[in-house]
T-cell receptor
Framework: GNSVTQMEGPVTLSEEAFLTINCTYT??????LFWYVQYPGEGLQLLLK?????DKGSNKGFEATYRKETTSFHLEKGSVQVSDSAVYFC???????????FGGGTRLMVKP | ETGVTQTPRHLVMGMTNKKSLKCEQH?????MYWYKQSAKKPLELMFV???????ENNSVPSRFSPECPNSSHLFLHLHTLQPEDSALYLC????????????FGSGTRLTVV
């Protein structure tokens, strides 16, 4: 079956530091890949997506590139802010588009 | 406002109570989902409805009973729950294709006492 593995947190950074959260996946066919963010007390919000190999998703300064050769979709941001503190989930959508599989989530804490 | 509205936001119930969680979406999506999010555990998919028909039931105990009367509404009926059922219950909707992601509600924080 499909699966998503992401680095365990928490990840603690100082403001303006560079962020990488690793995500790798196992899937058959050609899945779509997503990053979701969950702020305290809220549901999940779609952050960015990529639907085919070599696509780069980007939003709010975050980027992730769909790497089929390494089955990865690592999340990066050049300069984090305190307001980026949240839990980040990597997810994979199957070919049929009806099953979204999540990684375990990575908590990011950004200190001033 | 994400387009998916869940009520109530918080619920405290006794183990002998019966309650229902409600989810509503006005995005024109044709699929809806219930997820359970517990502390220190991955998100667990509970139920999937596509075109108002249940297509997935991941071995969820019968004390959880979903209902999807139309494509815009989804309910989760709760009956004789256990304390370990305390969690954040998230509803999501999607258009059944590969392009879009899921849109999530803000969740219902359930505490079983």
């Amino acid at each position: 079956g499909n699966s998503v593995t992401q680095m365990e947190g928490p990840v603690t950074l100082s403001e303006e530091a560079f962020l990488t959260i690793n995500c790798t996946y196992t899937a058959t066919g050609y899945p779509s890949l997503f990053w979701y963010v969950q702020y305290p007390g809220e549901g999940l919000q779609l952050l960015l997506k990529a639907t085919k190999a070599d696509d780069k998703g980007s939003n709010k300064g975050f980027e992730a590139t769909y790497r089929k050769e390494t089955t990865s979709f690592h999340l990066e941001k050049g300069s984090v802010q305190v307001s980026d503190s949240a839990v980040y989930f990597c997810a994979l959508l199957n070919n049929a588009g009806n099953m979204l599989t999540f990684g375990g989530g990575t908590r990011l804490m950004v200190k001033p | 406002e994400t387009g998916v509205t869940q009520t109530p936001r918080h619920l405290v119930m006794g183990m002998t109570n019966k309650k229902s969680l409600k989810c509503e979406q006005h995005l024109g999506h044709n699929a809806m989902y219930w997820y359970k999010q517990s502390a220190k555990k991955p998100l667990e998919l509970m139920f999937v409805y596509s075109l108002e028909e249940r297509v997935e039931n991941n071995s969820v105990p019968s004390r959880f009973s979903p209902e999807c009367p139309n494509s815009s509404h989804l309910f989760l009926h709760l009956h004789t729950l256990q304390p370990e059922d305390s969690a954040l219950y998230l509803c999501a909707s999607s258009q059944d294709n590969r392009q879009g992601g899921y849109t999530f509600g803000s969740g219902t924080r359930l505490t079983v006492v």
